[in-house]
């Protein structure tokens, strides 16, 4: 079966009736639970961006807690796990100011983890990676918010 272009999609859901569209928003959570959580997020959470943040950051402050460093390897898994998890709730929001926030929590966490970054080439290049996606998201940004985000971000350079 064919998937069904966004304009086609777009077309057709305007064409239902609000009860119609509960019932496929309805159905569409319950098989998948990225889906739910996408709704959760767009009917919840999305009126008050500085509390979506704050529950990120939060989230990710538990996960570190968690964080086994004892073995580079392990340190590596758990790593990449976080930031599975951050980017799944930075495109939720779809805001890159939250892209930002969340993304410099992320690498400030880890540079003040037990982490040997240096140590261990995919960890290092993992902390880069998250580096490089909030410079792309800065550039995007008001030039007076691209000034306090890169004062904060030459901190975070290793």
Do not use: W
């Amino acid at each position: 079966m064919k998937a069904a272009t966004l304009n086609e999609l777009k077309k057709e859901l305007q064409a239902l009736s609000p009860k119609e569209l509960v019932e496929i928003c309805i159905r569409l959570a319950k098989y998948k639970k990225e889906s739910k959580e996408l709704l959760t997020y767009l009917i919840f959470e999305a009126g008050n961006e500085a509390d979506y943040i704050a529950a990120i950051k939060a989230d990710v402050d538990e996960q570190f807690e968690l964080l086994n460093t004892s073995n580079l390897y392990v340190a590596k898994k758990g790593l990449q796990k976080i930031v599975r998890s951050v980017t799944k709730y930075v495109k939720y929001s779809g805001i890159k100011q939250t892209e930002i926030e969340v993304l410099m929590y992320f690498c400030s966490k880890m540079k003040a983890a037990d982490i040997k970054i240096s140590h261990s080439t995919v960890i290092e290049n993992l902390y880069y990676r998250q580096l490089t996606k909030v410079e792309k998201a800065l550039k995007t940004l008001h030039e007076d918010l691209q000034f306090d985000y890169e004062q904060e971000l030459k901190g975070l350079c290793l």
